[in-house]
C-alpha cells in the first residue's frame, strides 16, 4: 500500500505563492506517476498537474498553465506543486495521488490508484 500525506495549504493573498509538498510512503517511487487534484467548495474534483515517473514529462490543466510547476525529487519520495500568481477561484483542497502502474500520465481521477487526504489552500482577495 501507498500513503501519501499532503502539507504546505495554507492562506495567502491574491498574487502570493504557496508550495505544497506531498510524500509518499515506500521505496518504488519513481515507479509513480504522480498528480494533483483539487475540489473547492460545491464542485467537484478536477484536475491540476501531473507529472511522469522521471519527471521528464509535466501536464497542467489550462486554468493554472503558467502560474504552478509540479516537480518531484524522487529521492525524497515527494512531490511538489509550486503555485505563483494565486487566484482567489484557486481556493480549494488540494489532493496528491499516485498511479502505480502508469501507462500514461494520467489527466482523470480514475487514474490514480492512491490519494492523500488534502490540504486547504485558501487565496483572499
Known amino acids: 500500500q501507498v500513503q501519501l500525506v499532503e502539507s504546505g495549504g495554507g492562506l495567502v493573498q491574491a498574487g502570493g505563492s504557496l508550495r505544497l509538498s506531498c510524500a509518499a510512503s515506500g521505496r518504488t517511487f519513481s515507479n509513480y506517476a504522480m498528480g494533483w487534484f483539487r475540489q473547492a467548495p460545491g464542485k467537484e474534483r478536477e484536475f491540476v498537474a501531473a507529472?511522469?515517473?522521471?519527471?521528464?514529462?509535466?501536464y497542467y490543466a489550462d486554468s493554472v498553465k503558467g502560474r504552478f510547476t509540479i516537480s518531484r525529487d524522487n529521492a525524497k519520495n515527494t512531490v511538489y506543486l509550486q503555485m505563483n500568481n494565486l487566484r482567489p477561484e484557486d481556493t480549494a483542497v488540494y489532493y496528491c495521488?499516485?498511479?502505480?502502474?502508469?501507462?500514461?500520465?494520467?489527466?482523470?481521477?480514475?487514474?490514480?490508484?492512491?490519494w492523500g487526504q488534502g490540504t486547504q489552500v485558501t487565496v483572499s482577495s
Open positions: 495521488a499516485a498511479d502505480l502502474l502508469p501507462a500514461v500520465v494520467s489527466r482523470t481521477i480514475k487514474g490514480y490508484d492512491y
Open positions: 507529472i511522469s515517473r522521471s519527471g521528464g514529462s509535466t
